[in-house]
Structure formats: structure tokens, C-alpha cells
């Protein structure tokens, strides 16, 4: 069993995470501080001792692990020439705006929201359209009149975020049928990111339902996006995928790329082939290791920090910290500057008085950051 706890100095090895600001902690940037799975990093070992790194292409292996991924995991059955292949998922939200919407149009999406999502319109000049989450008996939801009343005739595109990052909810299917609904309604294309869809910390009270499963005429007017960089903590490699049933709406995304984006990495390939073939037990060690930090955040925020709220985590290793009733208008300045940490700053998501806080990472760093947390608010 992987060793979560061990402390794997990243420091000056070239880490955003670790090197952009030396001089503090970092909770923030979504990668984890845990070594990749074994497999992985074998895999890397033996591609590497090839020693011939010329243009790659998605070799047949690593489809039939995809095919087999989305099977096996997600029930969905996916042809493989379904699929098209990506140096990144945030390339991806990008290119379904050039694909989907001529300048001038609108993206719409649900606040507060990962960053790009705010800001991918721009490379199109889209409108972009928002509405909030909002909470329903305790749990996050969309607001449907809201929604309703956000969207117009030039809007092409809804950006869902499923599981959602920061909020780290996992919609039940009936809200995603219903977000396709609308999409339908309004003739939108429908782009669900499901990059953290295998970080759901409990597979059994909050299952995870992939847009994959939507009927047939909405499957149709949706594009799902994902990537194995999250769960396996292989983000720097660069590699995603977009599932596209609908053959217009494939061509279209293809299309779009343009001479824009890069090659992709040839050792992404092979990094990914090998986390969803031999990928599964280290994960659920990861799943069981990320509910105890869980479960220590939320205990602690609850019990130690009054004034901060924190909802019910269900997927992702991300915490979305409210300190509005702790009266901290920035608690990102705040914490940076009387803790020496690095959280997410709430008004990139779109929610000021917010920070996001990255808990993969070894439990005593967390139970030291979250320390430094509470010294400093007894402190004010
Ligand atoms: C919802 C979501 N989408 C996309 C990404 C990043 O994807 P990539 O690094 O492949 O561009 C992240 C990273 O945190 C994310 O949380």
C-alpha cells in the first residue's frame, strides 16, 4: 500500500504548487502532494528507456483501457471512435467555445466555479452568463429560476462542472437530466467536465452518474470531458478526453483545434494507459486516505473554527471554506499573511470571503495548516 503519509519534498523541483511562492505553504493549485501510482510510474520508466521521443499518436492500447475504463467504471459503452484526445481539459472547455459559439454569443455557467470556466469565453470573445449554486436543505443545487431567467437567444454553451470543483458536490442524476433539459429547451451544447469523477469519497451515498448516461436526444447535444490527471496526480504530464457521440458536434470540436494546440505528450499516452489499467487499488487506497483527511477538515472546521462554514464534501480533495461570518472579507490575504499559508482566493470562483483549501497532502501537514488557521483567527 502506497505510503500517504510520506513527505516527498517537492521544492525547487519545478512545482507551481511549491515554487511559486517559496515563502508559504501551499493549499492552493489542485495537484496533490502523493507520489503517482506504481504502475504509473513504471510505465513512465519504460517509455523513457526507449529513448526515442518522436510525435506520438493515442496508441491502440491505451483506447481499449479508455473503453474499458468507461465500462467498467461507469457503465457507459463508448465506441472508441467516440473520443478525441487532449494535452489538457482546460484546452478542451476552450475549444468548445470556438466550436460551438461565433463571437458575440455566451457561455453560461454556475458560480462559484474552477477559474477557467470564468475565463475561457475571452479566448473567443464570447459573453459569458452566469448564475449561482445555491443551497437546497443543506445541499448545493442549481438555482432553475435563475437559470431560466440568465439565459438568452445568443447563448450556445452551458459549462457544468461535475463533480463540482470548489464545492465538491456530486449532482444526482435527476439535476443532471435536469441541466441537459435546459439545455435542450434552449439549445445549448452541453460540456460536462467529469475531470474529478473518480474522486467520489463515497461511491455509495453519493454515486456518481456521468453525463454518458443521458438519454439519447440530450446525449446528443453533449460534449463529457475527462482525465485521469486528477485521481492520479499526473497533471504535468497534460492529457485529457473528450467523449462526443454526436458526429457534427465531433467534427465541429475537431475541427476547432485549429494549429493552435500543441502535440500531445508522448508519455502522457502511456502515464494514462497504465492509471486506468492497473490504477484501481491504488485508488481506492487514495479514496480511503482522502476521507480521513475529509473527515478531519470538516470535523475540525465544525467543532474548532466558529464562523466558518464548510459543506459536506463528496468528491474532489478540494474544501471551499466560507469566512464571511468570521468577518473575513479576503481570507486568502488574510491567511497568506498571518499564517504563511497559500489557499485558493475565493474571487477567482467567483465568491469573495471564500478560499478553497487543497487537502491532498500528508495528514500532518493538514492538521498543521489547519492549526495555523485557528491561531490565527484566535489571534484577530
Ligand atoms: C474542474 C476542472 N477542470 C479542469 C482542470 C484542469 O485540467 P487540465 O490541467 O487538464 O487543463 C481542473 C484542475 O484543477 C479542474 O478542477
Redesign the pocket.
Known sequence: MSDFDAVIPRRGTGSLKWDRRPDLDPFW??DMDFASPPAVVEALRERVAHGVFGYPVAHPALVEALVAYLAERHGAQVPADHLAHLG????ALSLAGRAFAQPGEAMLTATPV?P?FLGVHRDHNLQLLTTPHVQDGGRWTFDWEHLERTVTAETRIFLL?HPQ?PLGRVFPKEEVVRVAEFCARHDLVLVS?E??CDLVLDEEATPFVSALHLPAELLARTVVLM?P??TYNI?GL?Y?FAVIPDETLRRKFTQARGHILPEINCLAFHAAEAAYRHGEAWRQDLLAYLRGNRDLLTDFVRSRLPGVVVPDIEATYLAWLDFRPAGLEEPAAHFEKQAGLFLSDGRFFGSPGHARLNFGCPRAALQDALDRIAGSLAAD
Not at 489538457?88 to 484546452?91: F, I, K, M, W, Y
Open positions: 493549485v489542485a489538457g481539459l482546460v484546452p474552477y477557467p462542472c470543483n467536465d475531470i474529478h482525465a490527471s486528477k497533471a497534460g485529457s
